[in-house]
């Protein structure tokens, strides 16, 4: 009985020793990892280019970039001339607008001229005159055009222009403007002729 026991002790540890054998450790790889790296070959690195290819690319860079400068020079010189030509045609549509505006005012000048040899009354001839001035000061006026303001003003050099220095009679004269020898005018916010000005001293 004893002999039995020992034999059957030593069947079991034998069966475990094999099962420990067959069993895969995990520092063991298995021969389908193995197959697998085999398979992931590093890839070829890409064929370099011929210098013909590279020739041949640059080639066809240069001429598309010569394509491109002749394209933009052409439509730089047609906006040039375009530019050009709505410039010209701005500034003669603006004076044919102050001509067009100015035109019933000189119609009335020549009929004041044609009265003139007619007229006896002075007072009369006088009073249609005021009228056309006024008129061609409204006219004026709405075409941008203002007066440049004299009257009690500091001598400034951006509106006036001092022609002559005279004696003030007083302190609180001196530095402005005494007399206006000739208007000034201004076309928007820009002096077209300063105002020519005797100045106190």
């Known amino acids: 009985m004893t002999n039995d026991k020992e034999k059957e002790n030593q069947n079991k540890l034998s069966e ?29 690195p890409e064929a370099e280019k011929t210098d013909a290819e590279k020739l041949e690319e640059a080639e066809a860079e ?20 375009r530019t050009i030509k709505e410039k010209t045609e701005l500034i003669l549509n603006g004076g044919r607008r102050v001509i067009e505006a100015l ?7 020549e009929r004041a001229q044609d009265n003139m040899g007619k007229a ?3 007072e009369a001839l006088k009073e249609g005159v005021d009228l ?22 500091l ?3 951006d509106f006036h222009e001092a022609i002559a220095m ?9 530095g402005k403007v005494i007399d206006c020898v000739q208007s000034g005018y201004m076309l ?12 106190g001293q």
Request: aromatic share 2%; no cysteine; glycine share 2%.
């Open 16 to 44: 475990e020793a094999t099962a420990e054998k067959q069993a895969p450790t995990p520092d063991t790889e298995t021969p389908n990892q193995e197959n697998a790296e085999e398979t992931e070959a590093p890839a070829e």
């Open 62 to 81: 240069i001429a598309s970039l010569k394509d491109q400068l002749l394209r933009k020079a052409a439509e730089f010189e047609n906006f040039r001339k």
């Open 103 to 109: 035109l019933p005012v000189l119609d009335d000048l």
């Open 120 to 122: 006896t009354d002075v």
């Open 132 to 153: 056309i001035l006024t008129k061609l000061d409204k006219t004026l006026s709405g075409q941008g055009l203002k007066k440049i303001d004299t009257t009690d003003a």
């Open 155 to 157: 001598f400034d050099t």
């Open 166 to 174: 005279v004696p003030a009679a007083d302190d609180s004269q001196k």
């Open 188 to 199: 928007g916010e820009t002096v077209i002729r300063h105002a020519k000005v005797a100045v």
